[in-house]
């Protein structure tokens, strides 16, 4: 193998184990997992936000972010529930660059993953010892969801993941809901082929174990865009494309029919600073029609400290050092206009 093989990492049970959740935190991510899939089962009618920065960079931005998050979600929720991203591993188009903090806990130094693995789940502990909430996470690598398992109340499937069988095999066994995005190219059947996967059970290899996985009935979408023929950005959250996954989940049979917007990427056309208006538009549209307001479940927004972004050696704290962000100030206005539109 042209390779050279530099370690043999520890298990997610020895890093479980090293790096432990007390009973108070388990009992926290119990309650917060019961209040989010409520939100998917339709037992509640409130708007989960999944929301923060495009890939946690420094890990005290990242905990001052969630912070200022903790006093904005109590103050709206009686209509929201806020789930926030610390998104560790970052996915490149053509795999260069800064691929999050599990590869690189400091991104101005080189990668380190045994550190990377430790910093990433020390990050989900303090977060939620310290505001009460378990966070978000995508699920890039498959093999490493067991190191964080424990402390997620959410995960994503990214649009370059979706159609790939281990991703979908490894969410049918998750007890906790897991988004699929639409894929770069746009085609719903896709993800929704994935979806079905997930809510199926399976038998697998999974971390050197022959598994049977349960399926998870909180498989949902995630609409986030998609290129088109010439590269530009389509965006498929407006109105007739809600209108259109309703049918297509109507048709499917499936359990629990649900999307989250992703009002960046592709919806955006990269355009960060769209993103609150974009959020409000998916609310008018819920408010206008009964079907669209029982499937939005709820929105995906990359938000962090300051606006914008910077190269990943860049120093300013609580500025996105990959995808460009809206900054505190906005963000909070946002999620309060959120709430009374609701």
Known sequence: MNMDFKREMPTARVIKEMYPLT???QAQKKKNDAEISAIFTGESDKLL??????SADRGDAVLDYISRLRTVADRVSDKIVICPRIYTNKPRTTGDGYKGMLHQPDPNNAPDMLKGLITIRKLHISALEQTGFSCADEMLYPENHQYLSDCLSYVAVGARSVEN???????SGLDIPVG??????????VMMNAITAAQHCHTFVYSSWEVQSKGNPLAHAILRGYSGKDGSSVPNYHYEDLEYLFELYKKSGLENPAVIVDTNHANSGKKWFEQPRIAKGVVQSMQHNADIRKLVKGLMIESY???GNQKPDGTTYGLSIT???????KTEKMIFEIADML
């Not at 699929?180 to 059947?189: A, E, I, Q, R, Y």
Request: hydrophobic residues 30%; negative net charge; contains cysteine.
């Open 23 to 25: 009973d108070e935190m």
């Open 49 to 54: 936000l999944v929301i923060g920065p495009c």
């Open 165 to 171: 069988q281990n991703h979908r095999l490894t969410a």
């Open 180 to 189: 699929m995005k639409n894929p770069t190219g746009g085609d719903l059947s």
């Open 305 to 307: 400290i300051e606006d």
């Open 323 to 329: 995808d460009p962000c809206i900054g505190w100030e």
